[in-house]
């Protein structure tokens, strides 16, 4: 649905395209007037697939990505960095919390995974846990918080300059 501000009511758009199945735990990140939609999970499965509403269409779409994309999960992190790219962090794949990270480049509509340094490998890996592009430095993302699923909660904050780690990914 889609709230209307100036009258004050909501609506149902048409929307065209092969609708994603439901799910919950996925991510939504704002590219321009695209909604880049990825993961989640229907209990029992967990998806890594990615679609994108087009948002001045209202259509969906399944684009042909290259690179390899990210395990299935849900409940991961997301933010909108520079240049049309989503940073993708941890999850949750329906046994284990995750702990990895990747980034999706809409404009090459590629996959890249990222080899973390070493102050965040030693982070637990965690589900339902925050990750936020800062407006200071648009390349250094915030992670903060989220759960291991077997009963752990954390409250630190970790800063990840993604720009050093994404080409050093970029130059194997």
């Not at 994603?20 to 990825?38: E, I, M, N, Y």
């Amino acid at each position: 649905f889609i709230f209307n501000p100036s009258q004050l009511n909501w609506y149902k758009p048409i929307v065209t395209g092969e609708e994603p199945k439901a799910r919950s735990g996925h991510s939504a990140s704002l590219v321009d007037h695209r909604v880049v939609l990825f993961g989640g999970w229907d209990s029992p499965a967990v998806f890594n697939d990615l679609f994108v509403l087009d948002l001045e269409l209202m259509e969906f779409s399944w684009p042909k990505v290259s690179g390899t994309a990210p395990s299935p999960r849900s409940w991961h992190a997301s933010c909108v960095l520079p240049d049309k790219r989503v940073f993708i962090h941890g999850g949750y794949n329906g046994d284990i919390a995750l702990q990895d990270a990747h980034i999706f480049d809409l404009k090459g509509l590629t996959w890249l995974s990222l080899k973390l340094p070493a102050a965040l490998k030693s982070l637990p890996a965690r589900a339902g846990h925050t990750a936020t592009c800062t407006q200071d430095d648009e390349d250094l993302v915030v992670i903060c918080g989220g759960g291991d699923n077997c009963g752990s909660f954390f409250n630190n904050t970790v800063c990840v300059q993604v720009e050093a780690i994404e080409q050093a990914a970029l130059k194997k």
